[in-house]
């Protein structure tokens, strides 16, 4: 049986700026710009990435060369943890074809947000979704199952709790090793987090739990927090704090990686990563997108303030 998360000092940072962080910028990054990035992600001592989603390329064009990305990180840094996006049968298809060994598969739970996401209602995704993770999980292919708006829906406000934890419940039965509660809208605090993190952890004891959170309003690094005091220990980050789902107007990106290792370095909390590494990533992230990032430390450290 794996260690159980929760009971140790130590965390696990996903990072998720070549996929979640990229989907939304209008300047498309290079295959070589990508590689670029990902081996400055692993010199910092980044464990855990997220390289891209398996999606229409013509509905996400930034997302359009995750194949031959997979097929050249997987032979460049072999212990990589490799991650990648499924939302339908095709992009699993995809997936298994470049030889993708973990996947998070990922459905909405919100119906608004379902259909603009995935063109169907929540629960028609749910029923599909199920499918998928019973798929891969019969391919040997380590399988988070994501739960998106599980704090809340820009459009339709609040989501009820019991929708959470039945869809939790499902998938977790269907094989999923770790379930992923997605602030989509970035509409959680921290009081919520504590909550929401008990009962699921009530519902489905032997999964591992894992947060993705956006700070649309300022809360991320704080709802986080929250969820480390409530025992998780892997968390989804991006550097600079890139990203932001399309769905959700004015959703700002996820929480930064590098304020995520501040946070955690000053607790005496573990990650592996090296904080001035992941500066350099973020400045790389600058450079070719031509802005500053809402990311702080970077800012901090370049002023020498650290």
Same mark, same amino acid.
């Given at each position: ?10 965390? #696990?940072?996903?990072?998720q700026?070549?996929?979640?962080g ?6 498309l ?24 989603s398996?999606v ?18 997987? /032979? ?21 074809g ?9 459905? +909405? ?6 259909r603009?996401?995935?063109?169907? +209602? ?13 798929r891969? !999980?019969?391919?040997?292919?380590g399988?988070? /199952? ?6 809340g ?9 019991? #929708? ?20 989509? @809208? ?10 929401l993190?008990?009962?699921?952890r ?12 956006h ?22 980050? @991006? ?22 290792v ?7 909390? !573990? #990650?592996?990563?090296d904080l ?31």
């Amino acid at each position: 049986m794996e260690p159980n998360p929760a009971l140790s000092n130590n965390a #696990t940072l996903e990072e998720q700026s070549l996929r979640d962080g990229l989907q939304n910028e209008a300047r498309l990054f290079s295959l070589d710009e990508k590689l670029e990035l990902v081996g400055l992600l692993v010199e910092a001592g980044v464990k855990r990435l997220q390289i891209g989603s398996f999606v229409d390329p013509r509905r996400v064009p930034q997302m359009g060369q995750t194949e031959e990305l997979a097929r050249l990180v997987h /032979a460049a840094w072999p212990d990589l943890v490799c991650s990648g996006l499924v939302l339908n049968a095709q992009g699993l298809d995809r997936a298994v074809g470049c030889g993708m060994r973990h996947l998070s598969l990922s459905v +909405s739970v919100s119906d608004g947000h379902s259909r603009s996401n995935a063109g169907c +209602s929540a629960q028609e995704a749910l029923d599909r979704m199920v499918v998928l993770v019973r798929r891969a !999980v019969g391919l040997g292919i380590g399988v988070r /199952a994501g739960v998106q708006c599980a704090f809340g829906c820009a459009s339709a406000g609040e989501v009820d709790e019991k #929708t959470v934890l039945a869809a939790v419940q499902r998938l977790a039965a269907a094989g999923a090793g770790e379930i992923n509660l997605a602030d989509t @809208a970035g509409m959680a605090h921290p009081l919520r987090v504590r909550e929401l993190v008990a009962r699921v952890r009530e519902t489905v004891p032997e999964a591992v739990l894992s947060l993705h959170l956006h700070d649309t309003r300022g809360l991320g690094l704080a709802n986080l927090f929250a969820g480390y005091e409530a025992g998780i220990r892997l968390f989804d980050v @991006a550097a600079g704090g890139l990203g932001g789902c399309p769905f959700v107007q004015g959703a700002a990106g996820n929480v930064a990686t590098e304020d995520t290792v501040h946070l955690f370095d000053r607790m005496g909390v !573990v #990650t592996g990563i090296d904080l001035h590494g992941l500066v350099k990533v973020v400045r790389r992230y600058e450079q070719l997108l031509g802005r500053e990032l809402p990311g702080r430390m970077r800012r901090v450290l370049s002023f020498g303030e650290a």
